[in-house]
């Protein structure tokens, strides 16, 4: 059961491993990411930010996907955690049954110079927004949420 897809730029942190884990009530986390699978000592790093007991998953996100849709996957309750507006809508296109998806934290680090700020952690270029209106007409109930105690604010709201 995916509980949640966060979009979140720095993947796994702080406020994922103690709160957004609680909040879930999470056994796992799949980490969808092209880059981080592909480098051994940053999944480490990233492993190492979780509590004892939250099962990690690092792959590509085609992978994720496959592995998401496996029937094994149905008996967890997991967070999924990309990087980007783009993949999350790659994923939630195959994947129909994921029960929140939250934009937390992007665009923060970006050098971009066309950023449409939506909150104090959400900036999005125009692609990106173009990307989020796509992610909205996937899962209407999209919502922006650095931490479980913020208020949802609707994604519709800016597309």
């Known amino acids: 059961m995916i509980k949640a897809l966060r979009v979140d730029e720095r993947l796994i942190h702080g406020q994922i491993a103690m709160m957004w884990s609680k909040e879930l009530g999470i056994d796992g986390i799949v980490v969808a990411n092209d880059s981080a699978a592909a480098d051994k000592t940053r999944q ?65 680090m970006s050098n971009s110079s066309d950023l449409n700020i939506l909150s104090k952690t959400v900036m999005l270029s125009t692609p990106e927004l173009i990307a989020l209106k796509e992610l909205v007409k996937l899962y209407p109930e999209t919502a922006l949420q650095g931490v479980p105690q913020e208020s949802r604010v609707l994604a519709s709201k800016f597309v």
């Open 44 to 108: 480490m790093v990233l492993k190492m930010a979780v509590p004892n007991g939250i099962r990690v998953i690092i792959r590509s996100v085609n992978e994720a996907i496959t592995l998401l849709k496996d029937p094994r996957a149905n008996k967890m309750k997991l967070l999924v955690i990309v990087q980007t507006i783009n993949d999350a809508v790659t994923v939630c296109k195959s994947i129909s049954t994921i029960e929140y998806v939250n934009i937390g934290n992007v665009g923060r």
